[in-house]
């Protein structure tokens, strides 16, 4: 009798000490004793030492108690499941849930969501569909928790489509915060930015009572940041400091992303003030934003912060410094902190070190040392064609065909996102004079069916973004000739001053505009970013920066079209281009001409 006592009072403490263990020594000290008391064969018993020896990573010993158990049940199934999968063996983890089918155990709601999120790390959506075809199948599929992990699943194989659609079939009931969160995520994750804003927009319509947590607000301003949303953005902010939120460090880190991604580093600088203590992942998000507006003594100053608060750096940080440094032409202070990267702060360096190290080469002219190490050091598949590009993008810059010449043969030999190299390779000849040779790289484009994406351009006006295409000036609407008469007559300023570039404002206009109907305004040959400053001249009230977006780099003719048009018109603008920021101001730029 005083034994069964003895064992009834210990069982319980000892599985309260499972619970809170964390290291394997005492999840096996305590097993020992379970067995020592009798009662470590209960089915609940072993489920808790299952999910301990699970939590400290030990899952052969896990797997080990979990086969010698003579009765499962979907605790125990689950439990090692949720093991493997926290372990990196995702796909282990699924294949318990089909050997678990022939066990005569039926699996439950956390059992899928398991079996789901595995899926998810595996990022295989084919796989992930057997296991939404089997919680139909067992009616769990419309469960809020199974749902959420599918719609997690298939926005991490890539399946945006079957995640909206799993969400959709969601009764309003049944979807919460993290279900609304989710798929937010999804579309974020797959640079889906507007679908996120929009998607966030009906959250707040729709839901009065529930807010929105950190994670979803985190997910809709990376969103922002993505498309440079910069209205929507500060409206976000607003909300994130209204729902107590703006001391999370994950929010904090995503609005210094998104400001700075939108035009507005002294934003980003303020938010970033204000964190307590800045982590990693914070300081790398700063000194990032600085290097993409070539402010390189900030982010050098804000490294030194950093080493001297005792944050140890990553490689992304490094990384951000180096940019930072090939953007401002302090060459060889990036070069010094690539040679010590290993032995000052342990990290070696990696494909994208090199490449920026060949970049902040080329941009200085220093095209032969960019050469040397380009060959020198050892880089595969993409990392290849991302370092031999960069290089050939110098070699056009400084017009050195010879080695342009090569580079582009390196370049030549991937069948994939080759276009924009060659694009540059055709540049390159044009430069040299060699048009014979630009015509049959484009020829060679052709023939393999190789397209170059088209550049746009967007401008955001009251919240509303409008994209504009190089010669297509019809989004602008009814001031579209508007448009085009205020760069006509800019053109003609800008001549007076010198400018010898290509604005290409011949006007073309379809045959129903002739007809007095809607039509296309197209001003040949002007690049995007030129038409999306012209109307946001028109339309953005004089005191206020005009700031564009724009998806490729920012070519010489426009950059000096810019400055000039900046003293002309005495207005401020704030270009993102694919590199870096410009900022533009009484006839200059901040990048002093260095991009």
């Known amino acids: 009798m005083a034994a069964t006592s003895t064992t009834a009072t210990l069982t319980p403490l000892l599985i309260h000490l499972l619970r809170g263990a964390s290291d394997h020594a005492s999840v096996a000290a305590t097993h020992a004793k379970l067995l020592k008391v009798g009662t470590a064969s209960a089915v609940s018993s072993c489920n808790h030492i299952i999910a301990a020896y699970c939590r400290c990573g030990a899952t052969a010993d896990a797997n080990s108690l979990f086969d010698r158990m003579p009765d499962r049940n979907v605790v125990s199934w689950t439990a090692l499941m949720s093991g493997y999968s926290s372990a990196g063996r995702p796909r282990v983890a699924v294949s318990l849930l089909r050997a678990m089918s022939h066990s005569g155990v039926p699996p439950n709601a956390f059992t899928f969501s398991t079996a789901a999120s595995a899926c998810a790390h595996l990022a295989d959506a084919g796989l992930g569909r057997l296991v939404h075809a089997r919680a139909e199948v067992e009616s769990y599929a419309s469960d809020a928790v199974v749902a959420t992990a599918l719609v997690d699943m298939y926005g991490k194989a890539g399946s945006v489509e079957c995640a909206r659609a799993v969400f959709d079939g969601m009764a309003d009931p049944e979807r919460n915060v993290v279900s609304w969160g989710s798929m937010l995520s999804v579309y974020a994750q797959n640079a889906l930015g507007r679908e996120a804003i929009q998607l966030f927009a009906e959250f ?6 529930m807010a929105p947590n950190h994670f979803m607000l985190s997910s809709v301003v990376n969103a922002c940041a993505g498309v440079g949303r910069l209205g929507v953005g500060k409206s976000l902010h607003g909300t994130v400091l209204r729902f107590g939120h703006g001391c999370n460090g994950v929010i904090a880190v995503a609005l210094v992303d998104m400001y700075s991604k939108c035009g507005f580093y002294e934003y980003s600088r303020k938010v970033f003030d204000r964190i307590e203590q800045p982590s990693v992942i914070c300081y790398t998000s700063i000194i ?10 900030c982010a050098l100053n804000l490294f030194n912060e950093m080493i001297d608060q005792n944050v140890q750096p990553n490689g992304v940080t490094l990384l951000g410094v180096m940019h930072a440094c090939s953007h401002s032409g302090l060459v060889d202070t990036g070069l010094h902190l690539l040679h010590f990267m290993q032995s000052k702060y342990g990290i070696n360096p990696c494909a994208s070190h090199y490449t920026c190290a060949v970049d902040m080469l080329g941009r200085a002219g220093r095209l032969d040392e960019a050469f040397e190490l380009a060959n020198k050091v ?11 590009s960069s ?26 996102d ?34 170059k994406d088209p550049g746009c351009s967007w401008i955001e006006i009251k919240d ?41 404002s011949t006007r073309v206009f379809d045959a129903h505009e002739e007809d007095g109907e809607d039509g296309k305004g197209v001003m040949v040959g002007v690049h995007s970013e030129m038409l999306a400053l012209g109307f946001g001249l028109l339309v953005i009230p004089k005191g206020m920066t005009i700031r564009v977006m724009k998806n490729l780099r920012m070519c010489c003719d426009c ?9 002309i018109m005495e207005r401020e603008f704030v270009v993102r281009d694919l590199n870096r920021f410009h900022h533009f101001k009484t006839g200059s730029c901040s990048c002093n001409d260095y991009w």
């Not at 080759?418 to 484009?442: F, K, Y």
């Not at 994209?467 to 006509?488: C, I, Q």
């Open 204 to 209: 707040r319509t729709k839901n009065n009572v």
């Open 288 to 297: 990032v934003a600085a290097a993409k507006y070539g402010l390189a003594r």
């Open 378 to 388: 050892q880089v595969e598949g993409r990392d290849t064609l991302m370092l031999w």
């Open 391 to 416: 290089l050939l993008s110098a070699c056009r810059i400084h017009r050195r065909l010879d080695l342009a010449t090569r580079a582009g043969h390196r370049v030549s030999e991937f069948n994939q």
């Open 418 to 451: 080759v276009a924009g190299a060659l694009v540059v390779m055709s540049n390159a000849c044009t430069s040299a004079g060699q048009t014979d040779n630009a015509a049959a790289v484009w020829s060679n484009m052709r023939q393999q069916g190789i397209r």
């Open 464 to 504: 509303v973004p409008y994209v504009f295409y190089a010669g297509l000036v019809s989004p602008a609407g009814a001031r579209a000739d508007e448009v085009m008469m205020l760069l006509d007559e800019l053109e003609g300023k800008m001549r007076e001053k010198g400018y010898n570039g290509r604005l290409g």
């Open 559 to 567: 950059h000096d079209g810019f400055k000039l048009i900046s003293g």
